[in-house]
C-alpha cells in the first residue's frame, strides 16, 4: 500500500518562476492537509482540501499561493512569482477523515529552493 | 487556540541511556497530541498518539508518552537509546483537523 507521494522532492526556482508542488494521497484517503516547514521551525498548517473543494486556506498567504485538489489527478499547491522567503520544504498529508483522531500520514515533502 | 512548546532544540543521550523529550500543550478543550519522528531528507513518521483513552500511550520503537492534564505535558521517553533513534522530534496538537506542531527537538545518540 503506497504511502503519500510528493513530487518533485526538489525543485529548484529563480525569483518570479511558479512553483508547482504535486502530492497524491494514500489509496482511499480523500482528505489532504499542506504544512509549510521554514528552516529551523515546525511545520505550519496552509489548507486543508477535499476532493473538489477547498474547506480551510487560513494559513495560506493571501497572495501567490494557490491549492486544488481535482476531482481526478493529485493535488497541486502552486506559488506564482516566488520570492526567496518562499524557501521551505512543504509537505502534504493525507488522512481517512477529517476528525481529530484521524491520522494524518505525511509524504516526503518537497524542497523548494529560490535562487 | 492551541499550541505546543517542546523544550531543549538539541538532546544528545549516549547509546542505552533514557530518551527523554519534553512536551507542554496550551488547548482551551480537551487536545488530541501526537510525536512524529522525522529523519534526515524524509517526511514524518507518526511515533504515537493521545486521543483521550489511556494517559500512557505505546508507540513505535520502544516510545511511549505520558499525558498528564494537570501538568498540560505530554513527554515523549524511551528507557534505552539506540543510534537508529538520531532525528528530529515534533510534538502536535490538534482538536480539529489542523495540526500545530513544536518547533521540534534534535536527538543525537553517542555511541
Known amino acids: 500500500n503506497a504511502g503519500v507521494m510528493q513530487n518533485p522532492r526538489h525543485l529548484v526556482r529563480r525569483r518570479g518562476q511558479e512553483a508547482r508542488l504535486r502530492c497524491s494521497p494514500m489509496k482511499g484517503h480523500s482528505h489532504v492537509y499542506w504544512y509549510r516547514q521554514l528552516p529551523e521551525e515546525g511545520l505550519k498548517f496552509m489548507v486543508y482540501l477535499q476532493k473538489e473543494n477547498i474547506i480551510d486556506e487560513s494559513g495560506m498567504p493571501k497572495e501567490r499561493f494557490s491549492a486544488e485538489f481535482p476531482k481526478e489527478g493529485p493535488s497541486i499547491l502552486r506559488i506564482q512569482q516566488v520570492v526567496r522567503g518562499d524557501s521551505a520544504a512543504y509537505f502534504c498529508a493525507s488522512s481517512l477523515g477529517s476528525r481529530s483522531t484521524d491520522t494524518q500520514y505525511f509524504g516526503p515533502g518537497t524542497r523548494l529552493t529560490v535562487l | 487556540a492551541q499550541s505546543v512548546t517542546q523544550l531543549g532544540s538539541h538532546v544528545s543521550v549516549s547509546e542505552g541511556a533514557l530518551v527523554l523529550l519534553r512536551c507542554n500543550y496550551s488547548?482551551?478543550?480537551?487536545?488530541?497530541l501526537f510525536w512524529y519522528v522525522q529523519y534526515p531528507n524524509q517526511g514524518l513518521q507518526l511515533l504515537l498518539k493521545y486521543t483521550s483513552a489511556a494517559t500512557l500511550v505505546k508507540g513505535i520503537n520502544g516510545f511511549e508518552a505520558e499525558f498528564k492534564k494537570s501538568e498540560t505535558s505530554f513527554h515523549l521517553t524511551k528507557p534505552s537509546a539506540h543510534m537508529s533513534d538520531a532525528a528530529e522530534y515534533f510534538c502536535a496538537v490538534t482538536n480539529d483537523y489542523k495540526l500545530s506542531f513544536g518547533a521540534g527537538t534534535t536527538v543525537t545518540v553517542r555511541a
Open positions: 488547548s482551551s478543550v480537551p487536545p488530541y
